[in-house]
């Protein structure tokens, strides 16, 4: 009689344990879906970006940055928008020294000057070289009038173009690509001018692979002020011959640098000397170059995540079952300093992301229900009088 209501006890207490890891691991993958429910990921994984990312030798090769900022604007009778005779004589230059392709990053919402509207047009036209412009999709809240015009000019222009969606989360911290939702524009602004015959998945929402600053001390891409290149008559500049010969070649982002405008926050730890706010084309830039690397930052495949979490519950619940409370400091930081180790790891050698704040929680509810267990426990254990 005891052995069979002792059977009955525990097969109570391991169903109970069972429905409790289960129910925990998989709503811990679940709120894995919702940056507010899991904020420690975003707080550690952008420690892990700041530290633990790419970080190449040199310069990266393939891609260079042409800046218009407001040194370059200077001679011009208005700031915004650029004035698309600079941006068309940009476009003959950088044509002749031989890009690859050339990115403007920079929205066409409206006309401005007639004669020099048909000119950035006939640049675009002539050129030998793929042009792509950033473009504002559905999601952008275009007005009638700017989506018209955007239209337009794209269909006369013949240029290639892309969404410039960068996705932030309620921090405002740029950590991925937005997916594509508009029928219209299929691909996003990097990959129609890095991988242009990419398949769909390589759209988004795609966490960006950053790249740290080179080992030898450069910045991350070969970059020119627009105004060392044209002069505002036209004409390319005296150096300007010397300076495109970098341009060969590379993949090239048009765009602008100014303190007040398309100015976006990454993850970045600025005491290690790298900027924690910076231009929209520097963004585009570390998409493009991760594409053209052929590198990537995936989180661990959701049926591999669950299991992982219903494997730290499971152990939890047993280290609470057995130890108590004493199982918090014992179990979850030996626990921890393992799961950071193995996250490092990964990261660093397969390029995949462990949710730290989601496995600590793991933690934390195993050892809760084991604490919380334990009363049953001891009561299957009991010989009835």
């Known amino acids: 009689m005891f052995g069979a209501l002792k059977f009955l006890r525990i097969a109570v207490l391991l169903v109970i344990a069972g429905a409790w890891v289960a129910a925990s691991a998989w709503g811990l993958t679940q709120a894995t879906n919702y940056s507010w429910a899991l904020w420690l990921e975003h707080w550690t994984g952008d420690i892990r970006t700041g530290l633990f990312s790419h970080r190449p030798k040199r310069q990266h090769g393939q891609i260079a940055l042409i800046a218009i900022d407001d040194t370059t604007m200077q001679p011009y009778p208005y700031r915004s928008p650029i004035d698309r005779r600079l941006l068309a004589n940009l476009i003959t230059q950088l044509d002749k020294a031989g890009a690859r392709a050339i ?61 410039a969606n960068l996705l932030t989360g309620g921090d405002r911290i740029v950590r991925y690509v937005a997916r594509p939702e508009d029928p219209d524009f299929p691909k996003s ?39 060392l290149i044209v002069t505002p008559n036209g004409e390319p500049s005296r150096v300007a ?117 989601a496995c600590f929680a793991a933690l934390v509810l195993g050892v809760a229900g084991g604490i919380m267990l334990r009363p049953l426990a001891r009561l299957a254990m009991v010989r009835p009088t």
């Open 241 to 357: 011959r010397a300076l495109l010969s970098q341009i060969k070649g590379k993949v090239v982002i048009v765009g602008g640098k100014f303190p007040d405008i398309d100015r976006h926050q990454v993850p970045m730890l600025t005491w290690r000397g790298e900027e924690d706010e910076v231009a929209g084309m520097l963004i585009h830039a570390q998409v493009a170059a991760q594409l053209l690397d052929g590198r990537s930052i995936e989180h661990l495949d959701r049926d591999l995540l669950l299991g992982l979490f219903a494997v730290l519950a499971l152990l939890g619940l047993w280290f609470g079952l057995r130890h108590g409370l004493v199982a918090v400091s014992l179990y979850a930081t030996t626990a921890s300093v393992l799961v950071v180790a193995a996250d490092i790891a990964l990261f660093q050698f397969a390029g995949r992301i462990i949710p730290f704040g």
């Open 103 to 163: 990115g403007l990053d920079f929205l066409f919402l409206k006309p401005t000057e007639k004669d020099k509207d048909r000119e950035i047009i006939a640049a675009i036209r002539a050129a030998r070289t793929r042009i792509v412009i950033a473009a504002g999709d559905a999601r952008v809240g275009l007005s009638p009038a700017q989506a018209n015009y955007q239209k337009s000019f794209l269909e006369a222009s013949g240029a290639i173009s892309g969404y």
């Open 189 to 227: 602004f990097a990959v129609a001018l890095a991988k242009p015959d990419a398949k769909p998945p390589l759209n988004g929402p795609r966490r960006i692979a950053w790249s740290l600053s080179p080992h030898d001390g450069n910045d991350r891409f070969f970059a020119l002020p627009a105004h």
